[in-house]
Structure formats: structure tokens, C-alpha cells
T-cell receptor
Framework: NAGVTQTPKFRVLKTGQSMTLLCAQD?????MYWYRQDPGMGLRLIHY???????AKGEVPDGYNVSRLKKQNFLLGLESAAPSQTSVYFC???????????????FGPGTRLTVL | EDQVTQSPEALRLQEGESSSLNCSYT??????LFWYRQDPGKGPEFLFT???AGEEKEKERLKATLTKKESFLHITAPKPEDSATYLC??????????????FGKGTHLIIQP
């Protein structure tokens, strides 16, 4: 049981390049999330998904796209990278427990992205 | 808009010196308040979820409490391995559980031997 995994761990891009970050979870969780973490800003929600084939915008979605073609995978795409997207990106999945859908999110190890 | 404010931003303690971290929040109907621990270069690690005012939870040297406006993370007789950044987050009732968490900026805790 690997939990939540992210690839790659590190990446350097030039402005205008594109890339895809992959998140995978083996816990059969329905909900998955992408956050970014910047110094002095805390973690902020980019996009999320409540199930296979569904996605929704979070707090800071501009410049990013996502896809959830398989339940276990959640992809985050940058079509044209900008220096403002330099950040550490975390994926999380949600375990729902009990009738009141109380939950705890499990986080991956992060992807450190630098855009030059 | 949901807001979470953590204080202090940084805290340096001697080993064995107990203290508390504060998390103040404003949310339109609290669904849950979460505490996470984050070590350098790693993802947040879940510690506690609190759901209603008056609730308390403990894990080893950590104890989390909740009121209607804030939460405290009490650290009793800390050890150097407790050094980390502690994150507080809230989830509102709106969204049916699907919305992500709103995080504070964290408290960077250093325990000196």
C-alpha cells in the first residue's frame, strides 16, 4: 500500500513549456485534490475531483488543467508555464468515514517545480 | 470567505518545555478542523480532526482542543523529533465534503536539545 504517490519529484521548465504532473493513489479514494504551497502563503487548492470523469475548480485554478480518467489517477497540466507557477505541488486524496462524511486527507510527497 | 490564522509563525522551545500553538478561524459552518504536521521536503501528515466545540484529541505528546473560534495544539514535554511545521486547516459545510481544505500558513516549531 503506497498511499499517494507523485511524479516527478523535481522539474525545471522554461517559460512557455508544458508539462503534466501525475498523482496516483491505491486506497480506492473517491476524492482527489491538487494544492500548491508557496512560502508565506500556505497551501492553496487548485482543482479537485469527486470521482472518475469529474473535476472542479478550487481557489487558484488559472493556468492549470486537470483530468481524472481513472479513479486512481489525477493529472495536473500546465499548458504554458510561467515563473509565477514556481511552487511545490501536493496531491491529496480523501478518505470518507462514517455517515456524516467526516474525512481526513492523505497527502503525497510533493513535486517541486521551477519555471525559469 | 473562510480564513485561518496561525500563531506564532515560529516558536523555539527547549526540550521538555511545554507550550501551545494557536489556530483562529472564521468559516461559514465548520465541518471539521484539521491539524497536520509537515517535515521539510515532505507532504503534510495528518494528526487530528476536531468536529465540534469542546472536543479534545490526544496523540503522544500532542493534544488538540477546539472552541467556536479557535483551536489549540498543546505540546507537552516536547522532544527534538517534534520539530516540524504544524498546519491548521478548516473545511466548511458547503460543498458536501468535496471542497478542499483552507489552510493557515503554519507554525514552524523548533525543539532544542
Amino acid at each position: 500500500n503506497a498511499g499517494v504517490t507523485q511524479t516527478p519529484k523535481f522539474r525545471v521548465l522554461k517559460t512557455g513549456q508544458s508539462m503534466t504532473l501525475l498523482c496516483a493513489q491505491d486506497m480506492n479514494h473517491e476524492y482527489m485534490y491538487w494544492y500548491r504551497q508557496d512560502p508565506g502563503m500556505g497551501l492553496r487548492l487548485i482543482h479537485y475531483s469527486v470521482g472518475e470523469g469529474t473535476t472542479a475548480k478550487g481557489e487558484v485554478p488559472d493556468g492549470y488543467n486537470v483530468s481524472r480518467l481513472k479513479k486512481q489517477n489525477f493529472l495536473l497540466g500546465l499548458e504554458s508555464a510561467a515563473p509565477s507557477q514556481t511552487s511545490v505541488y501536493f496531491c491529496a486524496s480523501l478518505r470518507v468515514a462514517g455517515s456524516l462524511t467526516y474525512n481526513e486527507q492523505f497527502f503525497g510527497p510533493g513535486t517541486r517545480l521551477t519555471v525559469l | 470567505e473562510d480564513q485561518v490564522t496561525q500563531s506564532p509563525e515560529a516558536l523555539r522551545l527547549q526540550e521538555g518545555e511545554s507550550s501551545s500553538l494557536n489556530c483562529s478561524y472564521t468559516v461559514s459552518g465548520l465541518r471539521g478542523l484539521f491539524w497536520y504536521r509537515q517535515d521539510p521536503g515532505k507532504g503534510p501528515e495528518f494528526l487530528f480532526t476536531l468536529y465540534s466545540a469542546g472536543e479534545e484529541k490526544e496523540k503522544e505528546r500532542l493534544k488538540a482542543t477546539l472552541t467556536k473560534k479557535e483551536s489549540f495544539l498543546h505540546i507537552t514535554a516536547p522532544k527534538p523529533e517534534d520539530s516540524a511545521t504544524y498546519l491548521c486547516a478548516v473545511q466548511a459545510h458547503l460543498g458536501g465534503g468535496a471542497d478542499g481544505l483552507t489552510f493557515g500558513k503554519g507554525t514552524h516549531l523548533i525543539i532544542q536539545p
